[in-house]
């Protein structure tokens, strides 16, 4: 995962900082053709937005154990990159939201494709 794009206009950001995240905006569901395998894989693409007006848009490639309880509203948002501890790549990551497990799932890998400030 890259985080340059978010780092040019946070520049002290961190994994742990996804967690300002607290409202999904956008979810949406794409299922692609792995060229490697020929198997169908499936994205997911959230949109969240912060208290602190910051709007992101990033893509999660090839989701497993997915499971979403919710309305959205989430109490902090986190990625954590499973690799260091033994997991495949294709669960590289693990997603959530802290307190009520309202969202999580694992990923293969995490696209930014849209970091901003939302202006008032």
């Known amino acids: 995962m890259n985080l340059d794009s978010i780092r040019s206009i946070l520049p002290s950001f961190q994994m742990g900082n996804f967690n300002m995240f607290n409202k999904i905006t956008l979810l949406k569901w794409e299922t692609k053709l792995d060229e490697c395998d020929w198997g169908n894989i499936t994205n997911l693409i959230l949109e969240m937005i ?25 109490k902090g948002f986190y990625i954590q990159d499973m690799s260091e501890n033994g997991y495949e790549n294709d669960v590289r990551y693990r997603v959530g939201d802290y307190e009520d497990d309202a969202i999580k799932f694992y990923c293969s890998n995490v696209v930014i494709q849209k970091f901003e400030k939302i202006l008032s």
């Open 50 to 74: 912060s208290d602190e007006n910051y709007k992101i848009i990033m893509e999660f490639l090839d989701v497993k154990s997915w499971c979403f309880d919710g309305d959205g509203q989430i």
